[in-house]
């Protein structure tokens, strides 16, 4: 049977608690005669137990924290493995490149970094990144994995995405926090993106980040509609998106970090 941590920490203490008096009061009463003395003593026996039961009491509370933080990680861990795997079946059904929202996961990664995001945000732009299309597993294969331009029809289904995927990430109380990048990578810096229509800083900043490496992977990688482009016109592309897609300072910290950036996206194959 399992102990549950707070009792167990309280046990120890009370049971230090009355050993300790038992003990060092009938010690004192033995060694010591003189009412003044042994009320000297009793001071100072009264504040080592304090400093013994403080030490021994913040390394119970320090052993049992550091354990529960090892069990977040692996639940932690686990969630991610369990999302990962079902990004990469979405990948397959989108007819993504091999390990498309791992490869856009990295390199957003990256570029948050050298935009001083860190911590917790930087964990759920991870996260973000990752589920960037989750909506899409509601729209139908004619839409998602046409060969050609859309209709105007179509355009407006599959323009319904970032509002399904926040609408699925709200449902799970892990997952609400991350729903910046599915939300809003299809924003515009100039605000005539979708589904919001939101400007310049009132569009996240992991969205923000997110979409300078989505248009990147998007232009420079195959795509069932398209051939890649030579990386000069991918460049050329987004120094022209700045601005008026693309949020034009993380285009420039983009470029100029571009190699160590794709160096990350590269390593999921290697």
Do not use: C
């Amino acid at each position: 049977m399992k102990i549950n941590p707070q009792f167990r920490i309280a046990f120890f203490y009370v049971l230090i608690s009355v050993l300790w008096i038992w003990f060092s009061d009938r010690a004192l009463n033995a060694l010591v005669h003189g009412q003044a003395e042994l009320t000297l003593l009793q001071s100072i026996k009264g504040g080592l137990f304090v400093l013994v039961t403080g030490v021994v009491l913040y390394w119970m509370i320090g052993r049992d924290l550091s354990r529960l933080g090892a069990i977040n990680q692996t639940l932690r861990d686990g969630h991610q493995q369990s999302l990962r795997v079902l990004v990469s079946a979405m990948d397959i059904r989108h007819k993504e490149t091999g390990d498309h929202s791992d490869r856009v996961m990295r390199m957003a990664a990256g570029l948050a970094r050298f935009a001083g995001v860190q911590g917790e945000a930087l964990h759920n732009l991870m996260l973000g990144a990752l589920l960037h299309d989750i909506g899409k597993l509601a729209l139908p294969d004619a839409v998602l994995i046409k060969p050609g331009k859309l209709d105007e029809n179509e355009m407006t289904l599959m323009r319904q995405h970032p509002q399904i995927g926040y609408d699925l990430l709200q449902r799970v109380d892990f997952l609400r926090g991350v729903a910046d990048i599915p939300y809003s990578h299809h924003e515009r810096w100039d605000g005539t993106g979708y589904p919001q229509g939101l400007r310049g800083e009132a569009i996240p900043l992991a969205a923000r980040i997110f979409s300078v490496v989505d248009v990147w992977d998007a232009v420079i990688t195959a795509r069932v509609y398209k051939p890649a482009w030579p990386e000069a016109d991918v460049l050329d592309y987004l120094r022209k998106a700045a601005g008026s897609q693309l949020d034009p300072n993380l285009v420039a910290l983009f470029l100029q970090h571009r190699e160590d950036i794709r160096k990350l996206g590269d390593a999921v194959n290697g």
